[in-house]
């Protein structure tokens, strides 16, 4: 027990990040290279995003091909299935996909502390402060997001009160186990508990997905409109600069899909055709299909290199203002590194985006590091409290693409079932998978190599963030029942009352991180 520490990893301020004489600059200059280092990751991960979307648009649109006869025509019925479930994919691949980054600053965090007794605080701190990000900012900017007059309800009650349920309840969790049963130490098993909470969530959603009984909420499906996207919207590119040219891609009208809500738009009806029909057309998708991928997708990755050096696409030279086209140039001359680097993605297109999906989660992960480090010389130099750094500046940039996902899809849909989902389910992940699995690594590094729990330092400053959390949380649940049942809609409406809802949650939002702040730093 002689190698056992007890005390902080916070690292020496005489240590440089950037450059060997960065020790003799004074620390105010310090803090604000580092601020501006911690600003360009944050681009660089919202970059990436945009890459890990898409990916995951092409995995979740993946479809097979099912042929059965109808017994009054006999004749063959060709349908197309999706191989994902929506519900999962929302939980499995968009909820995970948005708090990647959160999941690994976390996991960082813990794996470097690996060998001391306690736990660090900058991981759990940034979900927790995530949490209220996308509760309170992210809720503010989808309620105004719907056109002036429109209004947004969520379709499907029963699947969103089963993910509110288990979003409320990660955190009742995280306080039981820290003030409760172990106060102030997380064992092995509770670790353990909390990570395999996350499948009870996957298996219970999609019971009351397809309405099981005994285990679902009786409430009836809301129908949603078979386009999601209106028609004016639906050429609209909200995602140009990571997409390739026209020239080699295919026409985004041709397969409309919502990659914020893993939902597609032009899903593939049902039709009679004749059985030979279905083999010459078979035996010309899998020509046309092996010819596109031996032929397109390394031209399209040349090309995402093409356009990561390019400081003007076509379309920008076409503007009137200089004044503008210099701040666009100037702009793509300060992100092209991250754009250079992040072409090194195989384009989407090949294994139906899984090699992208596992490349960007790679590259989400080396710019969390980065963060990691950077966050620890911000306190080093300024003498801030890491916890506060992290669930404010750390948790409001690593939730980005939460931001992003939400904010598209209360934009463009018909629905608010996407926009209001992501974030419970979010918040969800963050617990059992952010929280629990670093914790997880921690506990079983602890119990093998000490027979010792893990030690929680902050356990009283976390667990006043979590009452705070409830409190503030539950104010704005009661706004989003009481604008269903008075307005008809938890999005949009009125444009007063809207904006109203708005700042009521930003308010919320302050309150959280005030007084978190005040705790943590020892005031009250």
Known sequence: MANITMGSTAPSCDA??????????????????????????????????????????SITNHSREVVTIDPQTNMPIVKHEKVWNYTIADIALLAFGTSFPQISLATIDAIRNLGQLTAGGLGPGTLVGSAAFDLFPIHAVCVIMPREGSMKKISDLGVWLVEL???????????IILEVWTPNVITLWEALITVLQYGLLLV???????????????????????????AEDASVDHDKNCDETNGILPSQNDDIADIFSIHSYNDAGYHHVPEKDIEESSKMELV??????????????????VEAVMLESPEQR????VCLRFIIICWNSIIAPWKVLFAFVPPYQVAHGWIAFICSLTFISGIAYGVTKITDQISCVTGVNPYVIAFTALAAGTSWPDLVASKIAAERQVTADSAIANITCSNSVNIYVGIGFPWLIDTLYNYFVYREPLYIDNAAGLSFSLLVFFATSFGCIVVLVMRRILIGAELGG?????????????????????????????VI
């Open 288 to 305: 046309a299909k092996n010819t596109h991928e031996g032929t397109y997708w390394l031209s399209i990755w040349r090309q995402q290199f």
């Open 16 to 57: 440089y990040l950037f450059f060997h004489g960065e020790t003799l600059l004074p620390n105010v200059v310090r803090a604000f290279l580092c601020t501006v280092a911690l600003a360009y990751c944050f681009i660089g991960l919202s970059a990436i995003t945009a890459r890990f979307f898409k990916s995951m648009e």
């Open 204 to 230: 219970h959603a999609y019971a009351q997905d397809k309405r099981w009984p005994y285990v679902s909420i009786p409430l009836v499906r809301g129908e949603r409109p078979e386009d999601w996207v209106p």
């Open 165 to 175: 349920f288990w979003s409320f309840w990660a955190y009742v969790w995280l306080y």
């Open 318 to 321: 076409k503007i009137d203002s």
């Open 494 to 522: 009125p444009r007063l009352w809207a904006w109203v809802t708005s700042a009521y949650f930003m308010v919320l939002w302050v309150v959280f991180v005030v007084l978190s702040s005040l705790k943590v730093s020892g």
